[in-house]
């Protein structure tokens, strides 16, 4: 299946997705050493987004959190690529910076933690390419 | 968004790689926020300056961008900075070094238009500071979005920004009316009211009608409001410079009374005993409001027993020294603190309580877990111990 939004920045990416349902603050929400979600609010808090695909509606919080993407992408703890509904200037700014992937636009809703997807930041296009193997 | 042939050679890189990534940044924002184009900047005002904010990771970003050889190409002077231990003194040193790399100004301060960063109407410009923004925007009628960090360093290096939100004038008109039905008549009676006005319209556009404020307490008002709700442009009829154009027609009325405003007040009443130092000049202190202070000193005529801190930009510090304004407020235990700011300091590590008169300081010392006292300035200094 193929999901159709927004690409911004460059790259193709394949991995494995980790999804939450819930806005994202990455100043204090994401540990920059590991890549482990310590934001209280958060549905996937204690979750690695090391190596991953990250698929969340939005970010909030303070404009701060591009530089914690930024440093999470220096320390090599980052994720692969990012997928939101809505970009805002925290994530947008954020993957920019740090090269990552980002494609905006897309219904998160039909993404499931485990699934392993492409990402394609020229085509803004998000295809499932294989179900968890459970 | 259209890019121009010499906008397109500098997202290829044509102009280094700093040039680029600041291009990147600013064709992401205006693609996500469907601008048509980028319009000139004629200044820059860039967050992300205190260590406390900044952190290691925000470092790290500015270093890159310094190696990356990034200068900026337009009038660029900076939010405050922090205070803070050793350490944090060394840090905030090397991050006010990595601007000054950049070619940026280094007058770190939320009251820049005091200053030789002064917009005037129908300027568009990339600032970042909340209360600073809302001063350009509402106070002199020139034109910002509230930029993050990397976004109006971005538009400082290529001297544009994407034009969308208050770039617009679409943009620019009131989404909610407020009838002010109380008597708001003192500085931080207009500090009270922005907070509650902040609260109602959260990021809209507030037209506010039946007060009469002088520009220092649209400072203080504005400060408050950009605080307590993300309030970037706000109108007073009759007062600010866009109110003749700012309504339309189908515009939510809403009516803020006394019991409104003491509401506020009561949020902030801490005793006396929990206060252990006083903060005044958030925002930063015009040099009238430092020659309040320094009369109510002398009127009060015996020595504050808890520090009182005004803090201020460089250039009123200079002119409040060459008055003989700094020299009275220091012989009652008071300091001018130029180029920065306490709300980005590590104050919760040294103090527990503030008496202060500026809604916007209240609301965050407040969320750092300080008792706050919210009074007038002349309450603060004449009932201070």
């Not at chain 1, 927004?6 to 806005?23: C, D, F, T």
């Amino acid at each position: 299946m193929k999901l159709k939004g927004r690409g911004i920045g460059r790259g193709i990416v394949e991995g494995e997705i980790v999804v939450s349902r819930v806005p994202l603050s990455f100043l204090g929400g994401v540990d920059p050493e590991t890549g482990i979600i310590t934001d209280a609010e958060s549905d996937i808090k204690g979750e690695s987004i090391k190596g991953k695909i990250l698929a969340f509606p939005r970010g909030k919080g303070s404009t701060v959190g591009s530089y914690v993407i930024y440093a999470l992408a220096k320390s090599g703890n980052g994720p692969k690529a990012l997928i939101v509904e809505d970009a805002e200037t925290i994530v947008t700014v954020g993957a920019i910076i740090s090269g990552i992937p980002l494609v905006t636009g897309i219904d998160i809703k039909k993404l499931k933690t485990g699934m392993r997807v492409r990402v394609n930041a020229e085509t803004g296009e998000v295809e499932i390419i294989g179900e968890r193997d459970l | 968004m259209y890019l121009t042939k010499e906008e397109e050679l500098a997202l290829s890189g044509e102009y280094g790689p700093a040039v680029q990534k600041a291009m990147e940044i600013l064709v992401a924002l205006g693609d996500i926020y469907n601008a048509d184009r980028l319009i000139p900047i004629k200044s820059a005002q860039i967050a992300g300056v205190s260590y406390k904010n900044l952190g290691e990771y925000g470092m790290q970003f500015l270093r890159d961008f310094v190696e990356m050889g990034a200068k900026v190409s337009v009038y660029t002077t900076l939010n405050p900075a922090g205070i803070g231990d050793e350490e944090f003194t060394e840090k905030q040193q090397e991050i006010l070094d990595l601007y000054r790399a950049m070619g940026v100004e280094i007058t770190s301060t939320c009251t820049p238009y005091y200053g030789p960063n002064l917009p005037k109407f129908g300027d568009h410009l990339a600032w970042s500071e909340s209360s600073a923004v809302s001063f350009a925007n509402s106070v002199l009628g020139a034109r910002t979005n509230r930029e993050g960090g990397p976004s109006s360093l971005a538009a400082a290096i290529v001297g544009k920004t994407p034009k969308y939100g208050l770039h617009l004038e679409e943009n620019r008109k009131a989404t909610h009316v407020i009838k002010v039905e109380a008597e708001v008549k003192e500085r931080t009676e207009y500090s009270i009211l922005g907070y509650r006005i902040g609260e109602i319209v959260k990021d809209g556009v507030p037209y506010i009608k039946g007060i009469r404020p002088d520009v220092d307490d649209l400072k203080a008002m504005g400060a408050s409001m950009a605080a307590s709700g993300s309030v970037a442009l706000y109108h007073v009829e009759g007062e600010t410079p866009e109110w003749r154009v700012a309504l339309t027609d189908d515009v939510e009325k809403i009516a803020v009374d006394k019991k409104d405003l003491q509401d506020v007040r009561d949020r902030f009443s801490a005793e006396w005993g929990a206060v252990d130092f006083i903060l005044l000049g958030c925002p930063h202190a015009s040099l009238r409001e430092i020659k309040e202070i320094a009369e109510l000193l002398r009127m009060r005529n015996r020595p504050l027993k808890v520090p009182l801190f005004v803090t201020v930009s460089k250039s009123v510090k200079a002119l409040a020294d060459y008055l003989g304004y700094t020299e009275i407020i220091e012989r009652y235990n008071g300091k001018l603190l130029s180029d920065v700011c306490l709300v980005v300091s590590p104050v919760n590590e040294w103090y527990s309580g503030v008496a202060t008169n500026s809604g916007k300081a209240a609301f965050y010392f407040k969320s750092f877990g300080l008792n706050v006292r919210l009074d007038s300035l002349e309450k603060i200094i004449m009932e201070a111990p």
